[in-house]
């Protein structure tokens, strides 16, 4: 069975950074994307990494500070944010991509986490 359990969510000051990690069970090597969802807002896509990290593709709202990467041998993907603000506050969640090769769509995406939480707060 397919399982994504996020975590590494927390509060943290603004311009502090956050590591997320993303560990998957029951399959290996599959594209995974990281969304955002904040207060009273859609979910967002924030970053796409193919099975193997050769294609990694940024939505506007990852571009600059955040990284994606991952460790195929630990069945994780991570999400480094770094310089953050407020406006990160949110629910991250990860998923396996099935749709188009870099697409940071949530609709291109089946089997979700249950999300972390991030608060960027003084």
């Known amino acids: 069975q397919l399982q994504l359990v996020e975590s590494g969510g927390g509060l943290v000051q603004p311009g502090g950074s956050l590591r997320l990690s993303c560990a998957a069970s029951g399959f290996t090597n599959n594209a995974i994307g990281w969304f955002r969802q904040a207060p009273g807002k859609e979910r967002e896509g924030v970053a796409y990494?193919?099975?193997?990290?050769?294609?990694?593709n940024y939505a506007d709202s990852g571009q600059g500070r955040y990284t994606i990467s991952r460790d195929n041998a630990k069945y994780t993907v991570y999400l480094q944010m770094n310089e953050l603000s407020t406006e990160d506050t949110g629910v991250y969640f990860c998923?396996?991509?099935?749709?188009?090769?870099?697409?940071?769509?949530?609709?291109?995406?089946?089997?979700w986490g249950q999300g972390t939480q991030v608060t960027v707060s003084s």
């Open positions: 998923a396996v991509h099935k749709g188009r090769p870099g697409s940071c769509v949530a609709s291109d995406y089946k089997v």
């Open positions: 990494i193919s099975p193997f990290g050769g294609y990694i």
